[in-house]
């Protein structure tokens, strides 16, 4: 049984930071591509930031890049998001998925985690 579980979400004030961790267990990690996703209320879903099974290569969307960063430890699991430099409009849960290239374009996502909220007051 695959499970996705995201944790590090959390109430920051703007400007400041967080970083996001995701384990997932029951499938091989370092075969997957891995990324992480976000959704505001009253807004479609947003592929924030991916990246390739090997760690080689990254995607971030453009309302993130220069602040978040994604990375990935494929020895001992964890994928993680740092977010710097956090703004109101990041206000969303966070998604944690697994699956295969292109998924930040939301096609390819084999699994899900259930969330994490995280708050940017202003």
């Known amino acids: 049984q695959v499970q996705v579980v995201e944790s590090g979400g959390g109430l920051v004030q703007a400007g400041g930071s967080l970083r996001l961790s995701c384990t997932a267990s029951g499938l091989s990690f370092a075969g997957y591509d891995m990324g992480w996703f976000r959704q505001a209320p009253g807004k479609e879903r947003e592929g924030v930031s991916c990246?390739?099974?090997?760690?080689?290569?990254?995607y971030y969307a453009d309302s993130v890049k220069g602040r978040f960063t994604i990375s990935r430890d494929n020895v001992k699991n964890p994928l993680y998001l740092q977010m710097n430099s956090l703004k109101p409009e990041d206000t969303a849960i966070y998604y944690c998925a697994a699956g295969t290239f292109p998924m930040c374009s939301g096609t390819g996502i084999h699994y899900r985690g259930k969330g994490t909220q995280v708050t940017i007051s202003s």
């Open positions: 990246i390739r099974w090997s760690g080689s290569r990254t």
